[in-house]
C-alpha cells in the first residue's frame, strides 16, 4: 500500500514543492466578488478595510443623502454602508486563509534526547515528517480552493438579497409616504362631515342615526390615519437600517412619489432557464458537491492508512560510531478499518446531491411564482391607473356638478371624498406591489432586469380631493 501512494502520489507533492505553495491575496478574492456582482446588478461593492477607505465611504454616502433618494442610491448606500455585508466580506479572507493553510508543506518535527548512565552519554536526535499529509497535500488543497469559490459566490448572492430588501424597502417607505397624503385628506373630510353633523343635531335638522353615522365615519378616519402613520415610521426605519445610517443622517429625503409603471406589460421568455444558468445559490450548490465528491475521494484513498509518518535518526555515544537511520511510524488499521469514515463521507456526499436537487427545484418554483406575481402586479396596478381612478374621477365631478345644481347634500359630497381617497390608497399600494413584485424577480433570477420603459400616463398625483369643505 505505501508503496502504491508512494508511486502515485509522492511526484504530485514534489511537483507542488517545487512550484511554491498558494499565498494569500491582497483583497482575499473580493475584486472578483466585485466584479459578478457588477455584472448582476450593475453596482459595485466596496470593502472597507481601513480607517481612510471608511471615511470614503462616508464621503460617498453623505453626497448621495443630499439630494432626494433614488432606487438606485439606495441600493448603493447599501453595498457602502450595510454593516452586515462588512461582516459578511469578511469570510473571503476565512476561506482563503484556509485554502493557503492547507497548500503549506507540513511542518517538520524535530526531537532532541540526551541521557547519561554512569560516565556513559547518548544523544538521540530525529527529524519526522508527516509524509501521509505531504502525499495527500494536492487533494486537500484543491479541495479548500473550491470552498474559497463557493464562499465568493455566497458572497455575491448575499449581496444580491440585500439589494432587493433595500429596493423593498425604499418602494415600502415611498408608498407609505405617498398614502398619508390621502389618509389625511380622508381625515379632514370626515372631520368636517362630523363637525356639520353635530352643528345641524343642534339645529334639529338631524337625527342621531345619522350624527353618530358621521361620528363613526371620523373615528374610523382618525383611526386608519394614526395607523398609517405608524407604518410610514416602520417603513422608513427599516430602510435605515439596510443603508446602515446613524440616528444623524436619518434625514434622507425621499421622492414624493412612487415611479412609473413600465410601458409594456413586462415578459420574459425562458425564465426558469435563465435561473437555472444564473443563480448563484445553485452554482453554490454544485461547487459543493464537487468538493464533497472530491473528500470522500480523499477518504477512500487514505482508509486503511491514516497516519504515515518517516522519521531520520541520528544517534551518538562517545566511543561508539554515530548511528544514523530512518523509521517509520504507520497506524496498523487493526480495529478500525477506516469504513465509518467513508460511509459517513458517502452519506455527507449524498446529503449535499440531494439538496442540490432540491435547490434547483425550489429555484424553479420561486420563479414561476416570482414571475406570475410579477405579472398579475403589473395587471392590477395598470387597471387601477386606467380603469378604477379614473372612473372614480368621472364619479366625483358628477357629484360635484349635482351638489353645485342643489342635487346631492354635502354629505353625499363628503362621502364620495371619502371614496375616492380610497381608490386612489388603493392604486398606490398596487403600484407598490408591482415594484415589490419586481424586486422579487430579480431576486429570483438571480441579475437584475431590463430597465422598463417609462409609461405615458402617469399615476395620480396627490392633489386636494373634491368637496372637502362643507
Not at 509522492?10 to 514543492?17: G, I, K, R, S, T
Not at 491575496?25 to 472597507?48: C, M, N, W, Y
Not at 469504513?339 to 458517502?346: C, Q, Y
Request: net charge neutral.
Amino acid at each position: 500500500m505505501f508503496i502504491f501512494l508512494r508511486r502515485r502520489m509522492l511526484p504530485a507533492a514534489l511537483l507542488l514543492a517545487l512550484t511554491g505553495c498558494a499565498s494569500l491575496s491582497a483583497d482575499h478574492g473580493f475584486s472578483e466578488v466585485s466584479e459578478i456582482t457588477k455584472q448582476r446588478l450593475g453596482q459595485t461593492p466596496v470593502q472597507q478595510r481601513s480607517e481612510q477607505e471608511q471615511g470614503e465611504a462616508r464621503e460617498i454616502v453623505q453626497k448621495l443623502l443630499q439630494k432626494p433618494l433614488t432606487v438606485d442610491a439606495a441600493v448603493q448606500i447599501a453595498l457602502l454602508n450595510n454593516r452586515s455585508l462588512q461582516a459578511e466580506y469578511q469570510e473571503l479572507g476565512i476561506a482563503e486563509a484556509n485554502w493557503v493553510q492547507a497548500s503549506r508543506l507540513p511542518n517538520p518535527g524535530f526531537s532532541f534526547g540526551r541521557t547519561r548512565s554512569g560516565d556513559d552519554l547518548k544523544i538521540v536526535r530525529s527529524f519526522s515528517m508527516a509524509l501521509m499529509g505531504l502525499l495527500t497535500l494536492p487533494l486537500s488543497s484543491k479541495i479548500e480552493q473550491r470552498q474559497f469559490e463557493i464562499s465568493k459566490l455566497k458572497i455575491v448572492n448575499r449581496i444580491l438579497q440585500v439589494a432587493a430588501e433595500t429596493r423593498s424597502a425604499y418602494f415600502q417607505s415611498v408608498a407609505a409616504n405617498q398614502s398619508i397624503v390621502y389618509q389625511e385628506q380622508v381625515e379632514s373630510a370626515a372631520a368636517a362631515g362630523s363637525e356639520l353633523a353635530g352643528k345641524m343635531a343642534k339645529a334639529g335638522n338631524f337625527n342621531q342615526l345619522e350624527l353618530a353615522r358621521e361620528q363613526a365615519f371620523h373615528a374610523d378616519a382618525v383611526t386608519q390615519l394614526t395607523r398609517s402613520r405608524q407604518q410610514v415610521m416602520v417603513a422608513r426605519e427599516q430602510l435605515v437600517r439596510l443603508l446602515g445610517l446613524s440616528s444623524a443622517q436619518t434625514a434622507m429625503q425621499l421622492p414624493p412619489r412612487l415611479p412609473e409603471l413600465p410601458a409594456q406589460r413586462p415578459s420574459l421568455q425562458d425564465a426558469e432557464s435563465l435561473a437555472m444558468a444564473q443563480r448563484l445559490d445553485i452554482a453554490a450548490a454544485k461547487l459543493e458537491v464537487e468538493g464533497l465528491q472530491a473528500t470522500l475521494g480523499l477518504n477512500q484513498a487514505t482508509r486503511f492508512i491514516n497516519v504515515l509518518d518517516l522519521t531520520y535518526l541520528h544517534n551518538s555515544e562517545p566511543g561508539i560510531p554515530h548511528e544514523t537511520g530512518y523509521q517509520i511510524s504507520l497506524e496498523i488499521p487493526l480495529f478500525d478499518w477506516g469504513g465509518a469514515r467513508v460511509a459517513k463521507s458517502e452519506a455527507i456526499y449524498m446529503q449535499a446531491a440531494h439538496r442540490l436537487a432540491a435547490t434547483a427545484v425550489d429555484a424553479q418554483s420561486q420563479v414561476r411564482v416570482a414571475y406570475h406575481g410579477y405579472q398579475s402586479a403589473y395587471d392590477l396596478a395598470r387597471h387601477y391607473r386606467d380603469q378604477v381612478v379614473p372612473l372614480r374621477k368621472r364619479v366625483s365631478d358628477e357629484y360635484l356638478l349635482r351638489y353645485n345644481g342643489m342635487l346631492s347634500s354635502v354629505f353625499e359630497l363628503l362621502a364620495d371624498a371619502r371614496e375616492q381617497a380610497s381608490a386612489v390608497n388603493a392604486a398606490i399600494d398596487a403600484n407598490r406591489d408591482f415594484w415589490l413584485a419586481d424586486s422579487e424577480m430579480q431576486l429570483a433570477l438571480g441579475g437584475s432586469l431590463p430597465p422598463p420603459a417609462p409609461a405615458s400616463s402617469s399615476s395620480p398625483a396627490p392633489a386636494k380631493l373634491q368637496g372637502t369643505q362643507p
